[in-house]
């Protein structure tokens, strides 16, 4: 089997076309084409990303927390009282004080 015309390409398209290659910068300028740049004093936010990112969050999870620590500490103290409790229902004392004798 012999490979087809597309196999000897070099690009998808038109084997003449007058844009070989994406990024060739040896052909001609297009025209229409505006290319940005961004000052070299705006790249350097960065130094200030890290001081900003912990006061923030430090900021926004205080403010939340009282929707997460309030219910998680009150299910915490009702687990504890209800593990102890639990643990003196079936001690020695506790089947003594409930009037029930194994």
């Known amino acids: 089997m012999r490979p087809s015309i597309t196999r000897y ?5 038109p ?3 007058w844009n070989k290659w ?3 910068t040896s052909l001609q300028k297009h025209k229409g084409m505006t290319t940005y740049t961004i000052s070299p004093f705006q790249t ?3 130094p200030k ?3 900003t990112y912990v006061f923030n969050a ?3 999870i205080s403010a939340e927390a009282v929707y997460f620590v309030v219910p998680f500490a009150a299910g915490y103290g009702i687990y504890t009282w209800a ?3 639990d643990a003196w229902q079936n001690s020695k004392a506790g ?3 409930s009037g029930e004798h194994h």
């Open 44 to 46: 350097k936010a960065a």
């Open 58 to 60: 430090y900021r926004r």
């Open 49 to 51: 990303f890290i001081r």
């Open 15 to 17: 084997r003449h076309s």
């Open 95 to 97: 089947h003594i004080a």
């Open 22 to 24: 994406w990024g060739d």
């Open 9 to 13: 390409s070099d690009m998808p398209g």
């Open 83 to 85: 593990k102890s409790r």
